[in-house]
């Protein structure tokens, strides 16, 4: 039972890690640039 | 109480998911700066009203693009949306396909329509499993056109969400769109109308069956910080918390199963001998009920 307690929060800290990189390394932008155009294939017609 | 709280925090969340109201006049999809955030729940980041980007089409796109990324220097593998997800699950799990997502709104008040419901059997949930694995991570990263570019598998052959929130709506906004439309589309409203078909009769389809991102947010139940938890000494069995499950779970057969999305509905309403309570970081958030078990 702890173990599984330090699993979650080792997981926290391990994501929370990679969402810092990413977002310094520009991947909030990627998504953003990716996201404000039309997604031709989730509508169907790309 | 806990009920009526939980539609509308889920009413909420879909509003503020999609709150951009200017596309009647604009014509056009949200464009600021909030885009460049996942929200936590399935919502295309085509609809028209979105406000936020969705978390399965940003990870979908990051994978189609490794490879030319990659060589261009830029390094971008998909951390920040995979930080996100993870973040989010290893606080809660499942818990936003419950309170956040707004498909899964959609399901539950759909189900709401009177008739016989179907239980499907137990191996269908993993099928979701397959659905990540091939149309979310392995096609997105290694069918790729000859610059190394590949395409989101997901979005653009299964999700329904995709249809109804922005397939729809781009083409009643946007009418030079609809000369496009061909077999894929016409295969998509296929697979939609299908699964509002399904609504009606089994508890969440998409979520248990198909879904890629509760089978991501599935990963984290056993694991997260808050957590579900079961006490035998006082489970009778009676399987109501099974009976009230939108997600079909077995309850009783242990805490903290994939589908458990942690609606709490178990614990609120069906169980009346404090068979079920949950857990924060370990510590018990909710006293059992002092009923005595009558068996």
């Known amino acids: ?46 | 109480m806990m009920f009526v709280l939980r539609r509308w925090i889920q009413a909420a969340a879909t509003a503020f998911s999609n709150a951009y109201l200017l596309f009647p006049f604009t014509r056009n999809i949200y464009q600021g700066r909030l885009k460049s955030v996942c929200v936590p729940g399935l919502n295309c980041y085509s609809c028209p009203a979105a406000t936020g980007a969705c978390p399965l089409g940003s990870l979908q796109t990051m994978l189609a693009t490794v490879r030319p990324s990659v060589k261009a220097g830029n390094g971008h593998i998909g951390l920040y949306v995979l930080g996100i997800l993870g973040i989010i699950g290893s606080l809660v799990g499942r818990m936003p396909c419950a309170w956040l997502c707004p498909f899964g709104l959609l399901q539950e008040l759909i189900h709401k329509i009177p008739s016989r419901k179907i239980e499907i059997p137990h191996w269908m949930i993993y099928i979701k499993y397959a659905f990540l694995a091939l149309f979310v991570i392995a096609l997105p990263l290694l069918a790729v056109d000859g610059l190394g570019y590949g395409i989101t598998w997901f979005c653009k052959y299964v999700c329904p969400a995709g249809t109804l929130e922005a397939g729809i709506p781009m083409l009643i906004l946007q009418p030079q769109l609809r000369e496009l439309v061909g077999w894929l589309y016409a295969s998509k409203v296929g697979i939609l109308l299908i699964f509002l078909a399904l609504m009606i009769f089994i508890r969440r389809p998409f979520c248990r069956i198909v879904c890629p991102l509760g089978a991501i947010y599935s990963l984290f139940n056993k694991v997260s910080v808050f957590r579900m938890v079961h006490h035998p000494d006082t489970c009778v069995l009676c399987k109501e918390c099974y009976n009230h499950c939108p997600m079909g779970v077995r309850f009783y057969e242990g805490a903290n199963q994939p589908d458990c999305i942690r609606c709490l509905k178990c614990m609120q309403e069906s169980c009346k001998f404090g068979a079920i309570s949950y857990e924060i970081a370990g510590l018990p958030a909710v006293l059992k009920k002092k009923t005595t078990n009558p068996l």
Request: proline residues 0%; glycine residues 10%.
């Open chain 1, 1 to 46: 039972m702890e173990h599984t307690r330090k699993s979650g929060f080792f997981l926290l800290l391990l994501f929370v890690i990679f969402l810092v990189i990413g977002i310094n390394s520009g991947e909030a932008a990627a998504v953003w640039e990716k996201a404000v155009n039309i997604c031709l294939s989730c509508i169907g017609i790309g």
